[in-house]
Nanobody
């Protein structure tokens, strides 16, 4: 069973930066595609960034393109999300996800999920 634990969230002013981490355990996730999702109460969870197991393919949602950078360190079983130029619209619960199938990952099908870390951007 893959277990995912996020960290690094918090309160930041608009224009600031945060770096989220997602530590995986219970399985070697180097063969898994991974992604970051976010959710605001009352709205659907949205996939904002994802990458394949060896980072050969990376996808960003238009809302974060140019401001967020997703990366992974397979030697540490960890996924990262560097967020810059944060906006109030980025306020959400951020969750990481893992899936052995890239085609399923950003659709949220059969993903392993973390519990999430809250990011709040004050304007």
């Amino acid at each position: 069973e893959v277990q995912l634990v996020e960290s690094g969230g918090g309160l930041v002013q608009a224009g600031g930066s945060l770096r989220l981490s997602c530590a995986a355990s219970g399985y070697d996730i180097s063969s898994f595609a991974m992604a970051w999702f976010r959710q605001v109460p009352g709205k659907e969870r949205e996939g904002i960034a994802g990458l394949t197991s060896q980072s050969s393919l990376i996808h960003y949602d238009d809302s974060v393109k140019g401001r967020f950078n997703i990366s992974r360190d397979n030697t540490k079983n960890t996924l990262y999300l560097q967020m810059t130029n944060l906006k109030s619209d980025d306020t959400a619960m951020y969750c990481c996800a893992a899936n052995p199938r890239w085609s399923f990952l950003l659709r949220g099908v059969d993903n392993y999920w973390g519990q999430g870390t809250q990011v709040t951007v004050s304007s």
